[in-house]
């Protein structure tokens, strides 16, 4: 119908936005095949065909026009982040069911597209780390690039791979300062540990880097927010620097912190999801905030190396609530929700 | 000194398409063969007629006369002969029909006796008189009666009078042509709205993608004191009479208020226009500059008469072939026209020719990401995507507080949306739905009102009655016991007039067995309600048979029988 008003709309669609969004993926993946090997490219092909397959699948159910909404690109968002998430040799299954779940799950059994209350990769992460955490901690080892060699492990050809996985650094440092007797410190194990770089984990920093950059192009293509990216980032390293200022032995920094794990991806990636964030300026600030705590807190004295899935989910719960209480002044209504008539 | 601008929140930027228009000036547009005038032109009543077929008009003759003071004055176009008063459809998104005046004109454009009036030495209430009786309504589109919108408010003056010169929808370039060349009539008409209002401050507020009609504008008010000419960023809806509003003053006024209350009002340059026309040149408003454009061979402004054919002004401009319709207005806020038959109103500032190359469909409508795109473009600072929810989940009262009648349906929020989501629609129909409500609660209020009211009318004219009995057998229980005394004593006229005199004993005990029988009738009457009334003459015939037959019955119980059975 094209009777009503606007005539005119701006040619933009959720499709746009969903491939924007992959687009600034493009630059971290580099640099992450540059580091860890082309193992990553194909786990997002794995998860990419899960996605897709498992789209069409829910689609074709819940009888929704398929070619529609499966050319939206949300489907490949959700599988991108959960193998840029998941270890680059995790075997094959995992990442395939895990992705299915994501979909099926998490995003239709909630009413699909633009009706999940809790991010779909967030989901998938969570429920394997708790289901198989002894798989979803194995990290190549570094220098361990070789693409054969990943392979062999991914699909699982080969037993030889205790040989060749390591901690992440965030893993590690968690681990031996959890360790009483080892009298370990931050600067002590950051300098020990094969996996550190010069400021995150070796190679982590500069992943990090190239998703800030792709970050900061969402920002400029205004598909996102500073809201959210800056609440994040500022407060985790806030926290972070208190404490590390305070006890700078048994706390890591703010830099190794917010370059390390999934800060960078989530800050850009994961929690400017629209669908399951909070949607007003105050709003996106208390959300991000919230992870940027919570994903400190598990990091630092939880029981998972990375607290960003369950920070992301735990306040996606909070999401209706926030939203609520958030609501900014309507026009000529300012006044009055200050007490007063103009 | 330069007014300092304040920003008003969102907006969006759409190609304007103002050059189209704009290369040549206004056209005064042919008579047409015939002349169709609504009778309703404002946001208000429908004025009267007052002529009759075959009557011959003036140009400028009033036609109809305004309905109450929500309404104006209805003026013919031209002189010639009125052919009929009779329904016709309107430019009306709904399609809606009204009573217009048809006019065939006789090509002599014979005026009336035009009256000029002195401004200066009128009172202000003479001044909307005239305003009123000109027709004078708002000419940005919504036609809102001039003359009401300069009721001072409580501090008895409007310190603040805004001239929107802004037009801010893409295509329209009417306001634009007419400061261009009628700035000076502006000007005085912007005088003469000063003078009635009696303002302090005039800011005339123009888009600043209209360079030349601010050189105009600013020409035009040199000489003046306290007018100024603020040119305002150029971003739609600028124009929007509260937009413009708080970039000029930072004033913003919530739905449901007025601007006199916050000492502010905004007229559009085309109403101080018509203003000048009708108070210095004594002529009604009878014309509009309408703007012509889109996908048509030779775009351009024309002064029109209202009531001229749409489909006379499209021949003017030739539309393109492969128009698929025309939007009354511009393509951010302005309706698809159901026919193109209809008469110009003073509403319509703009016809636009819409083609799917020029306006292409929006895409499939996709479920909402709640990306927040539609909240960033909201100038009135709404969350248009929740909005968009409690309106789809008929939530009408979340809607309502979340302030969904603050919207002005500007259209920005579904230009933006990335999800094609129609949202303005889905708040015309939460709008609409809840009006609906309203009225059907208010009726049903109304009703139960009646109910009650007629629940106590019965109730006290009942005790009124038992009142008067009681005081009527008071006085002739007194006149008993007193002998020859009369009633002096009765309480109320009323029952003093029943009863002018009670001298004997005999008349008295009379009123007594009468009281007491009347009460009786009326404890019957009151307790027993009737539920044989209103039936059908057959209904009510067989009743009558049956209580015939029972009260035979009761006689033939009566009689002993003759025999024990």
Same mark, same amino acid.
């Given at each position: ?6 005539? #005119? ?108 209350? @809790? ?76 996996? @550190? ?64 794990? &999934? ?5 850009? @990636? ?16 208390? @959300? ?27 306040? =996606? ?26 | ?82 052919? %009929? ?9 709904? &399609? ?67 001239? =929107? ?58 000489? %003046? ?75 351009? =402004? ?55 190359? #020029? ?82 609660? =208010? ?123």
């Amino acid at each position: 119908m094209n009777g009503t008003s606007p005539h #005119l709309h701006l040619p933009i669609s959720v499709r746009l936005i969903m491939f924007k969004v992959l687009a600034a993926l493009v630059p971290g993946i580099a640099v992450y095949v540059w580091f860890f090997g082309a193992a990553i490219l194909v786990q997002i092909a794995l998860a990419s065909a899960a996605a897709l397959a498992g789209e069409a699948a829910m689609l074709r159910l819940r009888g929704k026009p398929v070619g529609l909404f499966l050319s939206d690109g949300s489907a490949l968002v959700t599988a991108w982040l959960i193998a840029l998430t998941f270890p680059p040799i995790a075997p094959w299954w995992l990442t395939v069911s895990a992705t299915l779940f994501a979909i099926v799950v998490a995003k239709h059994l909630y009413g699909g597209l633009g009706q999940n209350p @809790f991010n779909p990769a967030m989901v998938a992460f969570c429920v394997s780390i708790i289901a198989f955490p002894a798989l979803m901690s194995k990290w190549p080892a570094v220098g361990f690039t070789d693409f054969s060699a990943q392979m062999a492990v991914v699909f699982q050809s080969q037993s030889a791979q205790d040989a060749v996985t390591m901690a992440t650094p965030l893993d590690a440092l968690r681990t031996q300062l959890h360790v009483p007797e080892a009298r370990a410190t931050v600067a002590g194990v950051l300098g020990s540990h094969a996996s @550190f770089g010069n400021i995150g984990g070796k190679g982590w920093e500069w992943i990090a880097l190239a998703y800030l950059l792709g970050g900061l192009w969402l920002l400029q293509q205004r598909v996102i927010t500073w809201h959210v990216p800056v609440a994040f980032l500022g407060v985790l390293a806030l926290i972070a620097g208190g404490f590390s200022l305070a006890n700078p032995d048994r706390y890591a920094g703010p830099v190794f912190h917010v370059v390390t794990g &999934g800060a960078m991806l989530g800050a850009f @990636f994961i929690l400017t999801d629209p669908v399951s964030g909070a949607t007003t300026p105050r709003g996106k600030l208390i @959300f991000a905030a919230g992870v940027a705590l919570l994903a400190w807190i598990i990091r630092t004295f939880g029981a998972y190396p990375d607290g960003m899935a369950f920070g992301v989910l735990l306040m =996606n719960l909070c999401v209706p609530l926030i939203d609520m209480g958030t609501q900014p002044p309507v026009f000529g209504h300012k006044d009055e929700q200050k007490g007063g008539t103009p | 000194m330069l007014a300092s601008l304040f920003k008003f929140r969102g907006g969006v930027k759409p190609a304007s398409h103002k050059d189209e228009s704009t290369r040549a000036p206004i056209v005064r547009a042919p008579l047409p063969a015939r002349l169709v005038v609504p009778l309703r032109q404002s946001a208000g009543g429908t004025p009267l007629p007052l002529v009759k077929a075959g009557q011959k008009v003036l140009k400028g003759e009033r036609i109809g006369a305004p309905e109450g003071s929500f309404s104006a004055a209805i003026h013919a176009p031209t002189s010639g002969t009125v052919l %009929s008063i009779e329904h016709r459809m309107l430019p009306h998104p709904s &399609g809606l029909s009204a009573p217009c005046v048809v006019i065939e004109p006789d090509g002599e454009e014979r005026w009336i006796e035009r009256v000029p009036a002195n401004y200066a030495a009128e009172s202000p209430d003479a001044l909307r008189d005239l305003l009123r009786d000109s027709g004078i309504v708002g000419l940005g589109g919504a036609t809102f009666p001039s003359h009401l919108k300069l009721k001072p408010g409580a501090s008895g003056r409007i310190g603040n009078l805004i001239v =929107n010169g802004a037009e801010c929808e893409p295509w329209i370039t009417c306001d634009d042509l007419l400061m261009r060349e009628r700035a000076g009539d502006i000007v005085r008409g912007i005088a003469i709205l000063r003078h009635i209002a009696s303002a302090e401050r005039v800011l005339i507020g123009i888009e600043d993608n209209k360079p030349q009609a601010i050189a105009a504008m600013r020409a035009a008010t040199a000489r %003046s004191e306290g007018i100024e000419v603020v040119p305002v960023p150029t971003r739609y809806p600028a124009g929007g009479e509260k937009q413009l509003i708080r970039v000029l003053t930072g004033i913003e006024i919530p739905y449901g208020r007025i601007g006199p209350e916050f000492g502010v009002q905004c007229f559009n340059v085309g109403t101080a226009w018509s203003v000048h026309r009708a108070v210095e040149l004594g002529e009604p408003l009878v014309s509009r500059i309408v703007t012509l454009t889109g996908n048509v061979e030779r775009p351009g =402004n024309f002064e029109v008469l209202i009531g001229t054919p749409i489909d006379d002004l499209l021949a003017l401009v030739g539309p393109k072939g492969d128009t698929d319709r025309y939007v009354m207005g511009g393509p951010m806020m302005g309706f698809t026209l159901p026919r193109t038959d209809l008469p110009v109103t003073k509403a319509a500032n703009c016809i636009l020719a819409a083609s799917p190359a #020029l306006f292409p469909p929006p895409g499939q409508e996709m479920p909402c990401i709640r990306c927040g795109a539609c909240t960033r473009a909201c100038p009135a600072e709404l969350q248009p995507h929740e909005l968009y929810w409690f309106s789809r989940a008929k939530n009408f009262g979340k809607a309502q507080e979340y302030h969904i009648f603050d919207c002005i349906e500007c259209g920005c929020c579904a230009y933006v949306c990335p999800s094609n989501i129609r949202l303005v629609d889905y708040y015309r129909f939460a709008k609409t739905s809840m009006r609906a409500l309203e009225r059907e609660k =208010n009726a049903s209020d109304a009703a139960r009102l009646r109910f009650e009211f007629r629940n106590f009318r019965t109730e006290r004219e009942q005790k009124e009655k038992a009142e008067r009995l009681a005081a009527k057998t008071a006085a002739a229980r007194q006149a008993i016991a007193g002998g020859e005394k009369p009633a002096a004593a009765a309480p109320s006229p009323a029952a003093a007039e029943q009863t002018p005199a009670l001298p004997h004993l005999d008349e008295a005990k009379k009123a007594l067995i009468a009281a007491a029988v009347e009460r009786a009738r009326a404890q019957k009457e009151g307790v027993q309600p009737k539920n044989t009334d209103n039936l059908a003459p057959e209904k009510q015939a067989e009743i009558r048979e049956i209580e015939a037959r029972r009260a035979k019955v009761r006689e033939i119980a009566k009689t002993p029988p003759e025999e024990p059975v």
